[in-house]
């Protein structure tokens, strides 16, 4: 806070929902000369930068991560080449705008064009980059495009959330089509084969990377009547990713399946049709509460930055205790 003109209490929060905009411009804050139990940056280490519900501290603190050095930037993807499917709304959409705003350049890619535009200029109008990919990520055409475009318009690929899903048909097991199972597994999990089958190579060409698929806990610590298809092509998810981080985890490309529980989606009020259905999901959480998809992002955000840097082959659940709550 100001008193009398200058800076006698400010905050700092080293936070994943940082957004890059200063006071001072569009540009990502930068601390200047800032050690541990001194908070007395430059110019424009003073950015306003702290985030409610984040950790804080007053200039009297010590810093709670040892020491921040000359130059180190707060933007946790700066100058980082994401990709993220199903980015037309909910998970996917929050995480290309938190990516963006954490520094990186983003593709976003969905069926639904329009949408992805208006997220694009949202992105563009809080200073970041991002580019359109429209296209059915069942279809490998999609996919090869996309790293096409990352590397056209940035020079690499650094990232990839695999985000991209479908409920699925639902019902009894012995009573879904096999077009339904079909296009389940060809939506949930052939998608992600097919994206990581040509994101692999972009990112050994750069010397590391970090993909990222959205998985479940519903068929991986929790069994859910009428969801058979959705359940097996999200549980497939872990497989492939233990696969991929065991063959390329020598070329330092992590790979990790994130698992939310219940989040206010279009996908999830599907599922849960009625306010008392979705009331009951909640209850089944520990934390009695659904995500929101903000709260998604911020978990793959610290799987896609250098934060988990010894984190590969993991089935990172970020479900609100639904997998451990018997209450």
């Not at 996919?143 to 056209?152: G, T, Y």
Request: with cysteine; hydrophobic share 40%; charged share 20%.
């Amino acid at each position: 806070m100001h008193t009398n003109g200058t800076y006698s209490s400010w905050h700092l929060a080293l936070s994943v929902n940082w957004n890059p905009t200063c006071i001072s411009g569009m540009r990502p804050c930068r601390l200047t000369t800032v050690r541990s139990g001194d908070l007395s940056g430059g110019t424009d280490a003073r950015c306003g930068i702290a985030r409610s519900g984040m950790y804080s501290m007053s200039a009297s603190d010590k810093l709670p991560f040892g020491q921040i050095t000359e130059g180190m930037e707060v933007g946790l993807l700066k100058d980082k080449v994401a990709i993220v499917t199903g980015a037309s709304s909910g998970i996917g959409r929050a995480t290309a705008s938190l990516f963006a705003g954490e520094g990186a350049s983003v593709i976003v890619v969905a069926r639904r064009e329009v949408e992805l535009a208006k997220l694009t200029d949202d992105i563009a109008r809080a200073g970041g980059k991002a580019v359109v990919m429209a296209g059915d990520v069942r279809e490998e055409e999609t996919a090869r495009r996309a790293v096409e475009l990352a590397l056209d318009h940035f020079g690499g690929l650094d990232i990839a959330f695999n985000n991209a899903g479908t409920l699925g048909e639902m019902g009894p097991s012995t009573e879904v089509s096999a077009s339904g199972w079909r296009d389940t597994i060809e939506t949930n999990l052939t998608s992600a084969f097919l994206s990581a089958r040509n994101q692999v190579p972009a990112m050994l060409k750069r010397g590391s990377g970090s993909i990222i698929s959205t998985s479940t806990f519903v068929g991986h610590t929790v069994g859910f009547p009428g969801v058979a298809a959705y359940a097996a092509s999200k549980a497939g998810l872990i497989g492939l990713t233990q696969a991929l981080a065991a063959e390329y985890g020598p070329q330092s490309v992590r790979v990790n399946a994130l698992l939310p529980g219940g989040t206010d989606t279009a996908m999830g009020r599907e599922m849960n049709g009625t306010p008392e259905a979705l009331a009951k999901v909640a209850g089944l959480h520990a934390l009695k509460r659904i995500a929101r998809p903000e709260e998604i992002a911020r978990a793959a955000l610290f799987l896609a930055s250098d934060a988990s840097s010894f984190t590969t082959g993991t089935a990172m659940l970020v479900d609100g205790g639904v997998s451990i709550s018997r209450t």
